[in-house]
């Protein structure tokens, strides 16, 4: 049963560049969240995708956007980089319509904004 | 929103030595989540726990949601649990966002 996955691993980008972002869920998961994680600080949720739309958005500007495919993978695209989106890109994955909605993670993708 | 606090925010241990880390929350709870981020900066789910008691292996966990706090034991600790543990929840309906504390630093020495 695979996991979460997510690529690239890591990149490097230049200020005022676009970059996206890639995660495929967990196997029979409809639900995909995307978190970012600066050096030292817990994952800040960003939004989340459920049935193709944005269901739920954290404080992060509309730079950040994103889709949901109907294979339910997901995108995050990040406009116009700024030094201060150099974080950790976490992806996580569950099943709505459960109780039981435990959030699965990826392995992350590493961004650096030079 | 739901606040998330973690302590001790820093943890030395001998190996072989027993610990105990403390998330409180603000809030009811539907989702409470305890995670093991490893070097790599993988989130590895350790327990799902919006309420009672859970066990597995050296690990155990419990959660007071009426006293809103949760609590993750590591009985005879290893190197190997060196990392950051986070606690994260949810409060807004099914299947919404995690609030991540700001996580505990564990170090195991040999």
């Known amino acids: 049963d695979a996991g979460v996955t997510q690529s690239p691993t890591h990149l490097i980008k230049t200020r005022g560049q676009q970059v996206t972002l890639r995660c495929s869920p967990k196997?029979?998961?409809?639900?995909v969240s995307w978190y970012q994680q600066a050096l030292g600080q817990g994952p800040q949720f960003i939004f989340q995708?459920?049935?193709?739309?944005?269901?739920q958005r954290g404080n992060f500007p509309d730079r950040f956007s994103g889709h949901q495919f109907p294979n339910y993978s997901s995108e995050l695209n990040v406009n116009a980089l700024l030094l201060g989106d150099s974080a950790l890109y976490l992806c996580?994955?569950?099943?709505?319509?459960?109780?039981?909605?435990?959030?699965?993670f990826g392995q992350g993708t590493r961004l650096t904004v030079v | 929103g739901i606040q998330v606090e973690q302590s001790p925010p820093d943890l030395i241990l001998q190996e072989g030595a027993n610990s105990t880390l403390r998330c409180n929350f603000s809030d009811s709870v539907n989702n409470l989540q305890w995670f093991h981020q490893n070097p790599w900066g993988q989130l590895i789910n350790l327990f799902y726990i919006p309420s009672g008691t859970k066990q597995n292996g050296r690990l155990s966990a419990t959660t007071v949601a009426t006293e809103r706090y949760s609590l993750l034991y590591i009985s005879s600790s290893q190197t190997t649990d060196s990392g950051v543990y986070f606690c994260a929840v949810s409060n807004t309906g099914a299947n919404s966002k995690l609030t991540f504390g700001k996580g505990i630093t564990l170090s195991v020495r040999p």
């Open positions: 995708y459920y049935e193709e739309e944005e269901r």
């Open positions: 996580a994955s569950s099943l709505t319509l459960l109780m039981n909605t435990e959030a699965f």
């Open positions: 196997s029979g998961h409809d639900t």
